[in-house]
């Protein structure tokens, strides 16, 4: 009995210091945490408060009264083709974009783990990803207006010049311009999670006969599959605010505003607040359309990229 005694003793008085020790903790938790939420708050979920309530009113700006709407705003937008256009654009640009991203992601995952001198190449790709995107849309702008090189160039071999930035293609060379520049970003990502698995795995792999592609469906994917998962969702994320490349092609290639079938909703809001007559309220319900569209593709793609975790054993 009295061992028994002895023998519990310790475990209570741990468990009673344990106790002990939680306020504490709790104590010293809140005075880090506070100052980051009263930022966030005041700098995120304030804003966002005020801009669904500016999308529930007609505004013109600061020094204008304020009129009620109540969802008159989100029911023009029904009625609004090209915001309709806008945001079939948005739409296939995080898609179609995504989808050619990752492709050349993973084809790079592919072949630049068996070449030499990766890291430099690597280094290349990442490149376009610190230029501006101001710089990249304007530069790729020059490059296909009319008489711009890739027309220059065609002319010299015996083809017809093409309307790159014309309504019918501009988005296309858009498309082409954000993956060309966002392609190498995901590329060092995911190498750097390739680059963590042993060798000696491949060796294995390369011993009974595997291929390269059934090396990357077998190996390199599941172990970086939550790399892969958290990419995801930054390019859902961005893709669904593009801006500047789609204005900087106009900026480049020719004057004035990007047609209609070249805009995103990022910039659909732009022109319905910086237009003659300036329509907060209208693009505050664009604004937050796409807040509740964006959440819910997170969660779906969280969803579908959910997998159990590999690790090596």
């Known amino acids: 009995m009295g061992a028994g005694t002895l023998t519990q003793a310790p475990t209570l008085t741990a468990a009673a210091g344990s106790r002990a020790l939680r306020p504490a903790r709790e104590r010293a938790f809140w005075p880090f ?18 801009g669904f309530w500016v999308s529930l009113n007609k505004w013109a ?12 705003n989100y029911l023009a937008l029904l009625r609004n083709d090209a915001f309709h256009t806008s945001f079939v654009n948005t739409f296939v640009l995080a898609f179609v974009g995504g989808m050619l991203v990752f492709g050349f992601t993973f084809l790079s995952m592919v072949v630049l783990r068996h070449i030499r001198g ?36 065609l002319g010299w071999l015996g083809l017809d010049p093409q309307p790159w930035l014309g309504p019918d293609l501009v988005f296309r060379c858009v498309i082409g311009g954000l993956v060309w520049s966002s392609t190498g970003f995901y590329v060092a990502l995911m190498m750097s999670a390739a680059d963590s698995i042993p060798a000696h795995i ?3 792999a390369q011993l009974v006969g595997a291929t390269r592609w059934e090396q990357f469906r ?48 990022a910039v659909q809001q732009y022109y319905a607040v910086s237009s003659g007559v300036p329509d907060l309220g209208h693009a505050a319900a664009m604004g937050v359309v796409v807040l509740i569209v964006t959440a819910v593709l997170i969660v779906l793609t969280r969803r579908i990229t959910r997998r159990d975790r590999v690790e090596l054993s």
Do not use: C
């Open 202 to 204: 491949y060796e294995d």
């Open 33 to 50: 945490l506070l100052p980051a939420l009263i930022a966030y708050t005041a700098l995120f979920v304030g804003p966002s408060l005020f």
């Open 218 to 265: 077998h190996i390199t994917l599941p172990l970086t599959w939550d790399v892969f998962a958290v990419s995801a969702v930054l390019w859902v994320v961005n893709s669904l605010k593009i801006f500047e490349i789609v204005l900087a092609f106009t900026t480049g290639g020719t004057p004035g505003s990007p047609p209609v079938q070249a805009r995103t909703v």
């Open 61 to 72: 700006g600061p020094g204008s009264e304020m009129t009620w709407r109540g969802l008159d």
């Open 118 to 153: 990766r890291a430099f190449i690597r280094s290349v790709v990442f490149l376009p990803m610190i230029i501006s995107m101001i710089a990249v849309g304007a530069a790729i702008g020059f490059l296909l207006n009319p008489d711009g090189a890739v027309n220059s160039i």
